[in-house]
């Protein structure tokens, strides 16, 4: 069975704190992608991120960062710098090869100024 | 570049009613889903398409009917709109090479529909 689980449904910090946003998941597919997703309060769902299971290298743009480990089946996400602008649920999503997307059910992360 | 259109951005219905959410995609995507997001759930796939006349049930399909005439329209059609359907609902699209599925999902704007 596929299933993804994002353990902390809440996060607040303050602003310029460094957060992670931690994402396990769930497979027997070799091969799969990975997704981060941004819902800000507006509601749309922004895309910022898939990754393939070959490719473990992690991933720098601007303040996001992302750790993909396959012997955790993790695959976490940092912000560095926190801003209020941050402030969204963020979901991560898996899908595996030839499949639909199944969706994690999502870290509320507030930042404060 | 309009990307997923869906329409309408708010709808209230009464038990019974039934409705059509639309959804439009001019990105010429083969893979196109319907979302429901309710609170603590994520999102749940309720229908699919992999191409024009073809598609298929997701995680929650009942009370849901979709169609693919065309490789730019998804609509989602409520039969009989009961209180449980209340949820925000999302059209997305994928680029996917010889139906892989492995692209990211473009998502629309959403609908907001409660059934009273």
């Known amino acids: 069975a596929q299933k993804v689980t994002q353990a902390q449904t809440e996060i607040s910090v303050v602003e310029k704190e460094d957060v992670t946003l931690d994402c396990v998941y769930e497979?027997?597919?070799?091969?799969?992608?990975l997704f981060w997703y941004k819902q800000p309060p507006s509601g749309e769902l922004v895309f910022l991120i898939r990754?393939?299971?070959?490719?473990?290298q992690n991933e720098i743009s601007g303040r996001y960062s992302w750790n993909f480990q396959k012997s955790t089946s993790s695959f976490n996400f940092t912000i560095t710098a926190s801003q209020v602008v941050d402030s969204a649920v963020y979901f991560c999503a898996l899908r595996p090869y030839g499949q639909n997307f199944v969706f994690g059910p999502g870290t509320r992360l507030s930042v404060l100024p | 570049n309009a990307g997923v259109t869906q329409t309408p951005k708010f709808q209230v219905l009464k038990t019974g009613q039934s409705m059509t959410l639309q959804c439009a995609q001019d990105?010429?995507?083969?893979?196109m889903s319907w979302y429901r997001q309710d609170p603590g759930m994520g999102l749940r796939l309720i229908h699919y398409?992999?191409?024009?006349?073809?598609?298929d049930q997701g995680e929650v399909p009942n009370g849901y009917n979709v169609s693919r005439s065309t490789t730019e329209d998804f609509p989602l059609r409520l039969l009989s709109a009961a209180p449980s359907q209340t949820s925000v609902y999302f059209c997305?699209?994928?680029?996917?090479?010889?139906?892989?599925?492995?692209?990211?999902?473009?998502f629309g704007e959403g609908s907001r529909l409660t059934v009273l």
């Open positions: 497979t027997r597919d070799t091969t799969y992608y």
């Open positions: 990105m010429n995507h083969e893979y």
């Open positions: 997305a699209s994928s680029y996917d090479v010889l139906r892989t599925n492995t692209g990211e999902l473009f």
């Open positions: 398409s992999v191409g024009a006349g073809i598609t």
């Open positions: 990754r393939n299971s070959f490719d473990e």
